[in-house]
């Protein structure tokens, strides 16, 4: 079970827009998760997440974190991070990673 | 659109922004901000432009006591410089931070030379702030990347002292960074030597005449930062973040001057770089609050208005993202021309504004975070709100035209779903 999920973009600014809505879909989901957002240079700092979600507009640092880092890194659809559709990406993270 | 352009273009830029020094230069030079807000706080207080308020600093000598809070900041900024610069890259290059810190400042201390002074009666040798303040910076740069490079190299693959196995574990790693930080002194002081011997005299003097120099030229032109501006929103065209791209070029570049230009404020002497990295965050225009607003007040289209409630707010303090990928203005050619022209634009009004002479030169940090008027305000006063709100008027008719194209069809898109929903339902 995903206790941490980690949102990187260039300075952790828009990030914590679609974080605060995927807060909410887990508190509607009775969900327990700790969600943070981060610059990418504080990324080296959060290592005891679970999963590293990247924003669409540093998703050509996929290749160069995922082989970094011991955990699986995806990116967020431009759609659902332009309509910060938080809901969706935490739907889909759970199913993603188990 | 061409998607394969796209993919390769990501690549390559992948490959440039996880290059070992643009990463350290991007990232280490943004672990200056607490430093600079320091000096640009000081440098804020006493250009107020406030006539009781300077009054006040002169007859009750605060001013010239606070000065002292930009003297150790931005007088002194290289040394922060070399600290922050090695400090990222040994922690990309995965070896022990503190050693590889002190090594590079040590090395910066080594190649940087000391000029005789009297303190008083007494002879002394001290450091000046010429080589240490922004003048300095390009050595620092490149002392701290090599220095941390060779220390890197040292500590993986060059000769180990081995210690009996009865020694403590502790003990023989404490040994571990000792010949690779001679090593790397022996170096610096070897390149010292060399330099003494050229007509240059000293590595600073090397490295300022051939380097800095002539790269301050184009750290001194409007066109080179306006080209890099047009270059991070084509790289947002296709997705990706822009400045991501441009952040090393950007901060090395323009950088210098505005340290220069906080020094001499708070020196009382005029700032004389009206292009600079201070005035590139506070003048790239106030965009995304526009568009925003546009979007949010102004379209007919269900997708834009929802867009625009989403983005409105974050707008005002600089970010777009939402409408980035929400529009989406990425792979939009309808967008890309008055996307790539906004910044632009507005870089050269507020250009324009100081070259007449109604805008002071910028010598102020104030975080793009900041709102637009406000922002301008700090950074210059209330010429420089006046210059943000002429900015907006700009933008808003650049982005008109386009706009009610983008509306009219997101609108016809929108009515065409909604028939076609209709006779799915009732088929």
């Given at each position: 079970?995903i206790k941490k999920i980690l949102l990187a973009c260039s300075g952790g600014f828009s990030t914590s827009m679609l974080v605060q809505r995927m807060k909410d879909a887990a508190k509607a989901k009775n ?68 | ?411 016809a898109e929108e009515a065409l779903n909604e028939s076609q929903a209709k006779e799915g339902n009732a088929s």
């Open positions: 079970m969900l327990d998760i700790e969600i943070l957002a981060v610059g990418e240079d504080n990324i080296f700092e959060q290592l005891d997440s679970d999963v590293l979600l990247l924003a669409p507009q540093i998703a050509h640092k996929l290749e160069d974190l995922s082989s970094d880092l011991d955990i699986p890194v995806f990116t967020i659809d431009m759609m659902d991070y332009g309509m910060m559709n938080g809901e969706k990406v935490l739907t889909e993270v759970l199913e993603k990673v188990k | 659109m061409n998607k394969t352009f796209a993919q390769k273009l990501s690549k390559a830029v992948s490959k440039f922004s996880g290059n070992l020094i643009v990463k350290t230069i991007a990232s280490g030079m943004a672990r200056l901000l607490p430093v600079i807000m320091i000096g640009s706080i000081v440098t804020l207080l006493i250009s107020l432009p406030i006539d009781p308020w300077l009054a006040f600093l002169e007859s009750s000598g605060i001013g010239s006591i606070i000065t002292i809070g930009s003297k150790m900041t931005n007088d002194i900024i290289t040394i922060y410089l070399v600290v922050a610069l090695s400090f990222d890259m040994a922690r990309l290059l995965k070896v022990n931070q503190l050693n590889a810190v002190l090594v590079s400042v040590v090395s910066f201390f080594i190649v940087t030379p000391m000029t005789d002074a009297m303190i008083g009666e007494k002879a002394a040798k001290v450091f000046t702030t010429t080589y240490l303040g922004s003048r300095g910076m390009f050595v620092g740069i490149i002392v701290a990347l090599l220095a941390t490079y060779l220390f890197y190299l040292l500590v993986e693959k060059g000769p180990k002292i081995k210690m009996p196995a009865s020694v403590p574990p502790a003990i023989t790693a404490s040994f571990e960074s000792l010949i690779p930080a001679i090593g790397v002194a022996a170096v610096f002081i070897a390149i010292g030597a060399v330099f003494s011997m050229t007509s240059y005299g000293d590595v600073h003097s090397a490295v300022y005449a051939v380097l800095q120099a002539p790269l301050e030229g184009l750290g001194n032109s409007i066109w080179a930062m306006v080209l890099l501006a047009l270059l991070g929103e084509f790289f947002w065209f296709f997705g990706i973040h822009g400045s991501n791209v441009t952040s090393a070029a950007n901060n090395t570049l323009f950088m210098p001057g505005a340290i220069e230009n906080a020094s001499n404020v708070a020196a009382g002497l005029p700032a004389t770089n009206a292009v600079n990295s201070y005035f590139l965050e506070a003048f790239k225009g106030p965009r995304h609050c526009v568009l925003s607003a546009m979007l949010a007040f102004m379209s007919k289209s269900k997708q834009l208005k929802a867009v625009g409630k989403i983005a409105v707010v974050p707008g005002l303090f600089g970010i777009s993202e939402p409408m980035k990928f929400g529009i989406p203005m990425v792979f939009n050619p309808i967008i890309l021309i008055p996307m790539s022209l906004a910044p632009v634009i507005s870089l050269l009004i507020a250009y324009f504004a100081i070259k007449i002479g109604f805008m002071s030169i910028v010598s102020i940090a104030v975080p793009w975070v900041a709102p637009p008027l406000i922002g301008g305000f700090l950074a210059a006063g209330w010429q420089g709100a006046v210059v943000q709100l002429i900015q907006m008027i700009a933008i808003f008719i650049l982005y008109l035209p386009f706009f009610k194209v983008l509306d009219k069809r997101k609108c």
